[in-house]
């Protein structure tokens, strides 16, 4: 009895020295908090002037927050760096990025952050051809949202503007920027507003308002107080372009329209680079300069062939059908973290009550500790294990299978596709399997020039191929065989 005495007593003295150092950590935290926020908030501000620099210093900070377990910075260096990843066009990396700042700040209940975070990843949907899932995202990301946050309000409204004009939408491209305003005034960030503004002037510029489009420009150039940056004047000097084109002063257009063009071309996006050699075109072709444009159509060509996405209506169903196991895998995850707690002060409980009264179980104790440990290690293997299976599956592994002419392509994209190579067979069972291999490619509307490249074969190769395979399908010369396969 004396030496379980002892032992006991021991015991109390670490809690105690557990207790003594987790204060002097809660101390020492906001100092950390305070400075991490403010060093968040400067990359923040600077980060689209160049945005390749600040990836890896993001990361840095993300890191030191961690160490320090500061999460809501942790989690908003996460967006940020998913940010860079789509101002330098690595769409694969800013939606791996978006999709781990939504589940982190799910995990951590930030839904200011979930809700940048998949405004962001909407805009990723929208690049790669899937409209109706990003607008459909971005309805659920504004709803994430206290009713008094408008500064963010404004910035998803933004982002709904970009991807409307992505898809040619007037009708939204009119309402989001006006939301985007209405809820800009509101918030009161002078960064904020001066976006909404050049949204709104190219709204304006659309409508044939002109000389209002320029007022909104200049409303935005007074926000700016020395603080503008390379994306933000590649913005403004392509609104002024598109006003004066539009009221056929090209030599102004063109002068405008090489400023944001320079300016697009330190921040790296190629989207919007492609946008500003298309409009010079335009300008050039106004002015008869035929040599000037021929190279403005060069390079524009290039980033468009760089840029191209498949725009596949069926491929909607499938990232429909990874999204519900991506959340899917967010409820396992939030019933681990409950079942985890609980059984965390499940065990502080039972440990208090031996402690004093019934010191003989202990070793019965840690035996049933073990035994929860081994449970929680099995569930997460379990997820690990589905979270492979569903990267495995992914749309962008068939895409890259298709591009790197690797193999495995051809079975991975039947698996996908089981009833069209059904189909196929039936009509001709005579095709080879080069044959079933081009006719998923044109399935993915490739083109004849995109399959030449992607399998190392002439055009000549591949269109004698398309008019082989046309005959043993039977079908017309006048049908375009991608469509027909696409609707197979």
Known sequence: MKNQAYKIIFVFFLFFLCVVKAYQSENTIPD???QYKKELMQYAKDFGDAPKKYIDKFETLRK???????????????????????FTNKNDSSSIYSQRAIEEAEKYNNKTIKAKAMGLLAMV??????????????????????????????????????????????????RYSMQSLKEAELSGDKRTLRMAYIGRSRIENYKGNGEQAKKLLRKAITTLNGAEDNYISAHINMGFGEIYHNQNKQDSAIIYQLKALKSAMAIGDKKFLADI????????????????????????EKLNDSLRVINISEQETVLNSLEKDAKDKQLREKRKYLIVTGVSILLLLIFLFILIRYYRRLYKLKLTTREKEEII??????????????????????????????????????ELYPDLFKKLETIAPELTSDDLKCCAMMHLNFTAKEIAYYTHASIRTVENRKYRIRKKLNVKSSVDLNEFLMNL
């Open 32 to 34: 950390k908090q305070e």
């Open 64 to 86: 030191k927050a961690i160490q320090e377990n500061i999460r809501d910075v942790a989690t908003e260096c996460l967006y940020y760096q998913a940010y860079c990843f789509y």
């Open 125 to 174: 949907y929208s690049r790669r051809g899937f409209t109706n899932r990003a607008f459909s995202l971005l309805d659920e990301a504004v709803k994430e949202l206290a009713p008094d946050d408008h500064k963010t309000k404004a910035q998803l409204y933004a982002q709904g503007l970009q991807i409307s004009m992505y898809a040619n939408n007037q009708d939204k491209e009119d």
């Open 277 to 300: 050699y298309n409009a010079l075109k335009a300008s050039y072709k106004a002015k008869n300069d035929f040599e000037n444009y021929k190279i403005a159509d060069e390079n524009a």
């Open 377 to 414: 290690q099995e569930k997460q293997n379990k997820i690990n294990t589905l979270e492979d299976e569903i990267q495995k599956d992914s749309i962008d592994d068939i895409l890259r299978y298709a591009r790197e002419d690797q193999p495995v392509f051809l079975k991975k994209y039947k």
